[in-house]
T-cell receptor, first 113, second 120 residues
Framework: ETGVTQSPTHLIKTRGQQVTLRCSSQ?????VSWYQQALGQGPQFIFQYYREEENGRGNFPPRFSGLQFPNYSSELNVNALELDDSALYLC????????????FGPGTRLTVT | AQTVTQSQPEMSVQEAETVTLSCTYDTSESDYYLFWYKQPPSRQMILVIR??????QNATENRFSVNFQKAAKSFSLKISDSQLGDAAMYFC?????????????????FGKGTHLIIQP
């Protein structure tokens, strides 16, 4: 069974640019959640995707958007990057009907300069 | 909105000893889930233990156990026989029992974490 994978591992972007982060769910998991973890903080919920639609969102502006594909993989897109967007971005997948049991990927470290 | 508080930024314990990490939370819900996650330097969040609020019995997983006090809204993690591999950040997290609330699904709400150091 393949676990949750994320790409890239690290990337550096300039303020104002756009970025796309990718996540592959664990086999059979059709629900994907994204979290932002600033340095020294706990993760914060960005949004959740289920059956290719966003079905829950935390306190993040619309420039944070996402996609989920038929194979349940997912993308997180961030437009107009700000310095405060520098963080570890975690993807978590879960089984149908068990969204509380989330399995995390290793994360993507984004640095905005 | 729910909040999770971890009041110990850092804890240190001798190898083979027992350590308890504290967590308190605030919610108006009666049914929910509580979790402890471990995040080693590799960054990957690993689920350590889970507790359903409707279960009175405290969850245990090998050397890990919790003390769940629902009325006090307290959820502490006890690690027995500490090992060097237990060194990591530990996060307490909350999730609503409802699959959908307020029109959409909720994610996990995390505390700020406790850095656990194991002294050899």
């Amino acid at each position: 069974e393949t676990g949750v994978t994320q790409s890239p591992t690290h990337l550096i972007k300039t303020r104002g640019q756009q970025v796309t982060l990718r996540c592959s769910s664990q086999s059979g998991h059709n629900t994907v959640s994204w979290y932002q973890q600033a340095l020294g903080q706990g993760p914060q919920f960005i949004f959740q995707y289920y059956r290719e639609e966003e079905n829950g969102r935390g306190n993040f502006p619309p420039r944070f958007s996402g996609l989920q594909f038929p194979n349940y993989s997912s993308e997180l897109n961030v437009n107009a990057l700000e310095l405060d967007d520098s963080a570890l971005y975690l993807c978590a997948s879960s089984l149908p009907g068990i969204a509380h049991e989330q399995y995390f990927g290793p994360g993507t470290r984004l640095t905005v300069t | 909105a729910q909040t999770v508080t971890q009041s110990q930024p850092e804890m240190s314990v001798q190898e083979a000893e027992t350590v308890t990490l504290s967590c308190t939370y605030d919610t108006s819900e009666s049914d929910y889930y509580l979790f402890w996650y471990k995040q080693p330097p590799s960054r990957q969040m690993i689920l350590v233990i889970r507790q359903e609020a409707y279960k009175q019995q405290n969850a245990t997983e090998n050397r890990f156990s919790v003390n769940f006090q629902k009325a006090a809204k307290s959820f502490s993690l006890k690690i027995s026989d500490s090992q060097l591999g237990d060194a990591a950040m530990y996060f307490c997290a909350y999730r609503t029992f409802l699959e959908y609330s307020g029109g959409g699904a909720d994610g996990l709400t995390f505390g700020k974490g406790t850095h656990l150091i194991i002294q050899p």
